[in-house]
């Protein structure tokens, strides 16, 4: 089931200057902290002059799908979507 | 050799011997995989990509999985929960799969410069004089590498078809015979094998009433068609120049080798809460407008004709289009006229698709001086400076005040054959 949550949460991310590559580590959210296994998809929207990294990824149990946005303007990361890819 | 400037050859054509350097990329099921690619979870599962998740919103793409148990494009949600009750439906997410787009092209620019998006998910990529054929490499095995770069760069879940002809028609057959992950070269030595293999609505471009016409006059088979002759089709079949495209493309030349300019912008909204009410048939035509201005001018054109078309709910419609005598640059001008045509309905049943197009476009650039240029008839300037602002701080921050209140209403679309806006 997807829902939309839309919460700012604590994030640890890591940049890597031999592949240049950031990704988000892991994640705290509801008192829980979820360590991030594949990120499936990366993509960036503008809104306005902010520019917006958002990361689709899963845990490392691969049993929660995560959609997190860096606002890069203010540095903070929000998340947008979770889904445990049951059907509604 | 392109032909499709030339006038109809008397002799006969045979099939097209040279070297296949017309190289087709077709992204599978593209939204679909690209949301199996994004979330993990949904990964070789029924997927479906709808308008709206609503019972009667249509399904506009649906993954491998989901179109083996019967669930294609076109239908609804209810319907495809009725197929099957465990298919998941998502919405469309544009920014994404334009990034994808991006990307893919990014990749295939690496080969050469010649590369052509015909679509979101399909490029044609022309290899004719390219470098990376001249140490004597084999276009098969530039699209192994295509491949392989896709996986890595874009997703390792994402498949590509690939088809290789000598024409634009042989690459697009090719990459079609074996999906979804297929690599084939359509050239004169299988050409009828594979045709062979088809029916006549399996050639892109041929439809049920294409179909109809060619059965009518006897042609049952590509390999029929392929062997009619350039007059047959010509006088008979198509009674038009077409007929002597299909010759040529039947047969690996080149008739499809033309650029189709910007014609119009516009911005079609179907109805979620279907009406008769004129004045909520503004505001959203106001968004329609806004949406269609902002293209326009983003694209530096001003236009000088208007459409606007508008479906009910009893399958009847209504649609108009007129020149305008100034020229529309501002949404305020789109509106105007929107509304002058909107006036003149005479709504027999609920609204449930609106559409605006402004046409006969020309560069905005140079301008032509209004009389009343600095006074508070040109809003030109009043336009630019909106969008200027809504380019820094964000869509709609500026908005006519009939469009108060409508931020989730008329959502960003992927046009499917357009992508002009992405490159």
């Known amino acids: 089931m997807r829902e939309i949550i839309n919460e700012k949460i604590s994030v640890v991310s890591i940049y890597s200057s031999k592949k240049r590559c950031f ?65 509604e | 050799m392109d032909l499709s400037s030339n006038k109809p050859l008397a002799f006969d054509l045979p099939l097209n011997t040279a070297r296949p350097l017309i190289m087709h990329i077709d992204l599978n099921s593209c939204f679909a995989i690209i949301e ?5 979870l949904y990964r070789h599962r029924p997927v479906a990509i709808a308008a709206y998740n609503s019972p009667s919103g249509a399904i506009i793409a649906s993954s491998y999985e989901a179109k083996a148990l019967g669930i294609k494009l076109g239908i609804n949600v209810r319907d495809a929960k009725l197929i099957y009750p465990g298919v998941i439906i998502l919405t469309p997410d544009p920014p994404k799969y334009r990034e994808a787009h991006k990307r893919f092209k990014k990749i295939l620019l690496r080969f050469t410069n010649n590369v052509r998006p015909k679509s979101i998910d399909e490029f044609e990529i022309d290899f004719s004089g390219s470098q990376v054929l001249r140490n004597g490499r084999k276009l098969e095995d530039i699209g192994l590498d295509i491949k392989q770069l896709i996986k890595q760069e874009i997703g390792d879940y994402i498949t590509v078809n690939v088809g290789i002809g000598t024409n634009r028609f042989w690459a697009k057959t090719a990459a079609g015979l074996h ?31 294409y179909e109809a016409r060619l059965n009518a006059l006897g042609v049952h088979t590509p390999l029929q068609f392929l062997d009619k002759t350039s007059i047959f089709l010509r006088r008979q079949v198509f009674k038009s120049k077409i007929g002597f495209d299909w010759y040529c493309r039947l047969r690996g030349w080149e008739a499809d080798n033309v650029v189709w300019g910007r014609k119009s912008f516009g911005h079609t909204y179907a109805l979620g809460q279907k009406t008769t009410d004129k004045q909520v048939l503004s505001r959203l035509l106001m968004k329609l407008c806004e949406k269609t201005g902002r293209r326009l001018r983003s694209s530096n054109y001003i236009a000088g004709g208007i459409y606007l078309s508008v479906l009910f709910e009893n399958q009847t419609y209504w649609a ?23 006036n003149q309905i005479i709504i027999p049943a609920k609204v449930t698709n609106l559409a605006v197009s402004v046409y006969n476009l020309v560069p905005a650039c140079p301008w032509q001086a209004s009389l009343f240029e600095g006074t508070r008839l040109d809003n030109r300037s009043l336009a630019d400076t909106c969008d200027e602002i809504n380019d820094k701080f964000g869509e709609f921050v500026i908005t006519p005040a009939i469009m108060m209140g409508m931020d989730n209403l008329i959502l960003d679309r992927v046009a499917f054959g357009g992508t002009n806006i992405i490159n």
């Open chain 2, 179 to 209: 999906k979804p992950d297929g690599l084939d070269v359509m050239d004169a030595g299988n050409a009828r094998d594979i045709y062979d293999t088809l029916k006549l609505t399996d050639l892109t471009g041929i439809n049920v009433r």
């Open chain 1, 23 to 87: 990704v988000p580590y892991s994640l705290s959210w509801q008192n829980r902290d979820y360590k991030i296994g594949k990120i499936g998809f990366r993509h960036q929207i503008k809104n306005g002059n902010t520019l917006h990294h958002i990361f689709e990824c899963v845990d490392n149990q691969n049993t929660v799908w995560f959609r997190l946005n860096l606002d890069t303007k203010n540095l903070s990361w929000t998340l947008e979507v979770v889904s445990d890819g049951l059907v």
């Open chain 2, 320 to 342: 108009k289009g007129r020149k305008t005598h100034s020229p529309i640059y501002a949404t305020q001008d789109i509106y105007l006229h929107a509304q002058q045509l909107l």
């Open chain 2, 36 to 40: 199996q690619q994004a979330n993990p």
